[in-house]
């Protein structure tokens, strides 16, 4: 059961580089600055992206990541690989919520 709510993502990732590498936890950054880890356990998860994530040259690996976090808009942190430079890039995750469409009431007297 999850604190928040769960969130999925699903993801794709490639290797352009010419030697095997490994795919970190990735974390999402909220509004006010709070950083949200990816869950280490996605058991029961359809195609869970998985923890151990390495790529060899020109492998593309896709799947999905899973989050604990309070319904809001994130942004998705990347890092450039270089742990010491600490550059990161960041994709948008907006809040949307696909609202039920309406239901018709049937006009007084018609069916």
Known sequence: MPQNRF?????SATNSGGSEVSVPL???EAPDGKVY???ENGEGVDNWFGILRTLEPA????GRILFDVPLSSYRLRLSDGDSVSGHYSYV????QIDADPPVDSPLPGKQ
């Open 7 to 11: 969130l999925l993502i699903t993801i």
């Open 26 to 28: 990735l974390q999402l």
């Open 37 to 39: 880890r990816e869950i």
């Open 59 to 62: 492998q593309t690996q896709q």
């Open 92 to 95: 948008q995750i907006p809040l």
